[in-house]
């Protein structure tokens, strides 16, 4: 009989042991590998989300790392098609990878940086021990026991967690009824991240302005405004300008992707869409400038079921019954439900993110005389949070509207 496994996404997805390298430490390419891979998968998954939303946010890594514990289970063509649509072809360990990886970002200074991953196993579901101590390993997954008899207060308990990984940015990631006799195993991971701005913003400086939509519509909404240098690239083949806002700890950035017409992101996504473009390329070969930088503060909360998503990408596979978790269990699951919430706040501050995934199984001063550009995010952009010592997306969105804060995509 065929069950469900759900696994969560805060960003977090349901894992299974799969083939892979014994776990030796992996090297700074196998990282960039994985960090490359993550950069292809957000590539995707944005294409298969802007046509379907105004305004949104996720995150790539959290998502590709549940995805990844899954893939750890999946075997033969399942493990194939999560292979592919991960883009992990090219990485034998991936890992350890994400071992090292995890171990990397959470050790920063000046950044508040949590990264979680939790497991939830229905005590009538045979796990594979040596499927549940790696992920503790790897992935440092934490433990617990989906309650039958007492559904909701396990989605409580889970709810709790979830929001204390993400300092109650996230309260309520499994709204009830989530859980059911049929959940066999609950996949989470979860990331919170607030940084502070390199050089922020004075707040008595913010003022009311016209944001132009897509459509020619005009909104009034609320602009940080800021002089400084900041690095850029100007684009002329993507007719896009493209801004790099550093945190304290410069590792971290905030971009801003912005076309260089009101109408121009439509454009800019069909670019940004090809399979072939390398979405590293928006962030290299920046120079520093004197800019007057206009950046509306908003503040995006998106839930988002990505089994379209996923079926888009080649991976319908872990939904259907010829799906193959040997590796999780001898017993037959499939995929029920990918979910995410993500959010995400920007103002004079800095920035303040947060992600969970679930799936559910079923300047120098010689330059202070030059006079500033402007750079006015006044009409819809695409934007990244992003960890440039490993190339790492860690969060990927877009603004098109300051109207719309809430966002769901079924």
């Not at 996504?269 to 400038?289: A, G, H, R, T, Y």
């Not at 503040?299 to 590796?327: H, P, Q, Y």
Request: proline share 4%; with cysteine; glycine share 4%.
């Amino acid at each position: 009989m065929m069950t469900n496994v759900l696994l969560v996404t805060i960003c977090a997805v349901m894992s299974v042991k799969v083939g892979w390298a014994d776990p030796e430490m992996s090297n700074e390419t196998d990282i960039r590998l994985l960090t490359s891979a993550v950069s292809a998968f957000s590539r995707d998954v944005y294409r298969t989300l802007h046509r379907r939303a105004l305004n949104f946010v996720f995150s790539p890594f959290t998502a590709h790392s549940a995805l990844s514990m899954t893939y750890m289970g999946a075997m033969h063509d399942t493990m194939r098609h999560l292979r592919d649509g991960l883009w992990l072809r090219d990485l034998p360990s991936p890992h350890m990878a994400y071992h090292d990886l995890i171990h990397d970002v959470t050790q920063v200074e000046d950044m508040q940086f949590l990264v979680a991953n939790g497991m939830w196993v229905n005590p009538k579901f045979e796990l594979h021990q040596k499927y549940k101590e790696d992920l503790a390993t790897l992935y440092n997954a934490a433990s617990g026991t989906i309650d039958l008899n007492a559904t909701l207060v396990t989605e409580a308990a889970i709810n709790e967690w979830v929001a204390n990984q993400t300092m109650n940015k996230i309260t309520s990631f499994l709204p009830p009824p989530k859980i059911d006799s049929s959940t066999l195993l609950l996949l989470i991971d979860a990331l919170y991240v607030n940084g502070t701005w390199m050089s922020k913003f004075n707040p008595s400086e913010t003022s009311k302005d016209t944001f132009q939509l897509a459509t020619g519509g005009l909104v009034e909404t609320d602009f940080m405004n800021q002089t400084s240098y900041f690095e850029v690239k100007r684009s002329v083949v993507m007719d896009v300008d493209v801004i790099r806002i550093p945190f304290q700890n410069k590792r971290f950035a905030f971009y801003v992707a912005l076309p260089k017409s009101r109408s121009g992101l439509s454009d800019f996504e069909d670019v940004f869409s090809n399979p072939n473009f390398d979405v590293n390329i928006l962030f290299k070969e920046m120079k520093p400038e004197k800019i007057h930088l206009k950046l509306p503060k908003f503040k995006l909360v998106a839930n988002i079921n990505l089994n379209i998503t996923l079926r888009f990408l080649i991976m319908s596979i872990v939904f259907d019954e010829i799906a193959n978790f040997a590796g999780i269990s001898d017993q037959q699951v499939r995929v029920s439900d990918v979910v995410q919430k993500a959010v995400i706040e920007i103002n004079e501050l800095g920035v303040t993110a947060a992600s969970a995934t679930a799936v559910k199984f079923v300047p120098t001063s010689t330059w202070e005389e030059d006079e500033p550009t402007d750079f006015i995010a006044g009409h819809p952009f695409m934007f990244f949070l992003r960890d440039d010592n490993n190339e790492l997306i860690l969060f990927h969105g877009r603004f098109s509207d300051p109207n719309i804060t809430e966002i769901i995509i079924e």
